[in-house]
């Protein structure tokens, strides 16, 4: 997991006030609730806010640039709503522009990756999957974590096509689906694999449906938890802490690029969150670029 940087922003502001301040979760869309999820019940008295970026998702199939540009601008925004810390709860956007969203914003961030390590570690067949957009796939950081885990393991890494799209749309278990899922799983199967690795924040949501398919074959790797605890050592490092116990969690806020109804949706079935979700416009310079197109054409 991407270590914490130093904030020296952070640091000139009055810890008591800022520990008060909620902290950002961003996603693509709606995969980064499966992070929150894990943030909530590891950090009960924080408060929330979640940005859905469904208007652009998936991010897996967009090149690298547009990625880093949709990334700093939620993360500006972010910090602009006053948030604390940032969760870049997106493997996509973690591979292609953690360290220049580190670089360019003033609030300490935790970014996500495949859990590589994790299935290294405790593959007994030495083969594992990974299933991960095309874009962290491509990425030199996931090659990177190849390069330093995968050395005795082999790691059979399948782009899941189709399964960001079919989250988006509260699918999370229809027979065409579970068709995608099958023809992912069943050559890791076939080739010996005994862990796979969930190396996208919306497939945690398709736990179930990958059960069925695989049983007890398939150890499932998903790193929300450990991301949420790495959350609660950075805010602690940065005296960030909320000082204030909750009774319940509070309600997270909830926003979107595109009008929020699947993120209600979701929320309420998997997460039994029963939260409005506020759209938003977040421009960037690359969606201002193709506004701008589109008018011309
Ligand atoms: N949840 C994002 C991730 O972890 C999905 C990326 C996408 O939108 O393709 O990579």
């Not at 790495?230 to 960030?240: D, I, M």
């Amino acid at each position: 997991m991407p270590a914490p940087s130093p904030s020296p922003t952070v640091c000139s502001v009055a810890a008591g006030a800022a520990s008060q301040a909620p902290i950002g979760i961003f996603d693509s869309g709606l995969g980064g609730l499966s992070v929150l999820r894990a943030v909530r019940a590891q950090l009960p008295d924080e408060a929330l806010l979640y940005v859905a970026d469904s208007l652009y998702a998936p991010y897996g199939e967009r090149d690298d640039d547009f990625i880093a540009d949709r990334t700093l601008a939620i993360g500006a925004w972010l910090a602009a709503q006053g948030a604390k810390a940032l969760v870049v709860a997106c493997n996509t956007a973690t591979a292609q522009s953690i360290a220049l969203v580190r670089d360019k914003l003033p609030i300490p961030l935790v970014g996500v990756e495949p859990g590589v390590k994790p299935a290294a570690l405790q593959s007994k067949s030495r083969v594992a999957g990974v299933l991960a957009t095309q874009a962290t796939l491509r990425s030199a950081r996931f090659q990177g974590l190849l390069e330093r885990y995968a050395a005795d393991c082999r790691f059979l890494c399948q782009p899941g096509h189709g399964l960001v799209q079919a989250v988006e749309r509260c699918d999370v278990g229809s027979a065409e689906l579970r068709a995608l899922l099958r023809s992912y799983l069943e050559p890791m199967l076939d080739a010996g694999a005994d862990t796979l690795v969930l190396g996208c924040t919306h497939y945690p949501f398709l736990d179930a449906a990958i059960r069925d398919i695989v049983g007890e074959r398939l150890a499932l790797i998903d790193t929300s938890v450990a991301i949420a605890r790495q959350l609660e050592r950075v805010l602690e490092q940065h005296g960030l802490r909320s000082a204030t116990p909750a009774a319940r969690p509070p309600l997270p806020r909830f926003y979107s690029t595109d009008d929020g109804v699947r993120q209600r949706q979701l929320a309420a079935t998997l997460l039994q969150i029963e939260a409005a979700v506020e759209q938003v416009l977040i421009s960037s310079p690359r969606t201002c670029a193709a506004a701008r197109d589109s008018q011309v054409a």
